[in-house]
């Protein structure tokens, strides 16, 4: 016991010492705060930006969209994109996109405005399917 207190007491001068030399630098914890803030605002803008413009910006000017998915298993879908007046039904693997089926007529019906009627798009993808498989 007595020896740490010996050891508390012999170490106290040199820690205020060291306290009284070592003195904040306001200005270095102003440039930090500075460039931590300005990195943030940054990342906000930035993913502000890549929002607007919808995934890079690539959206083949609006003739090509994506009306619905369906996953068929663990890393595979089937996708229904609208490509000018015609609707093709995808596959999508990893590595792998194939053409399943060429539409003429929609099976998703589609507005005035362009944008897909609300209908059951799995209800309609299971009917077209099913109409393939038999023909």
Known sequence: ?????????????????????????????????????????????????????GRFGSNAGGRLRVLGAVPVGQRERVVLLQAGERQLLIG?????????????????PVDGGGAPAQTGFAARLRGAMRDTEAS
């Open 1 to 53: 016991m007595r020896r740490a207190f010996a050891a508390a007491t012999s170490l106290a001068p040199a820690a205020a010492a060291a306290a009284e030399g070592s003195g904040v630098d306001t200005g270095a914890l102003l440039r930090l705060t500075l460039g931590l803030a300005g990195v943030l605002v940054l990342i906000v803008v930035l993913a502000w930006g890549m929002r607007r413009m």
């Open 92 to 108: 999508v693997a990893p590595g792998s996109v194939r053409t399943l089926q060429v539409l003429d007529e929609p099976i998703v």
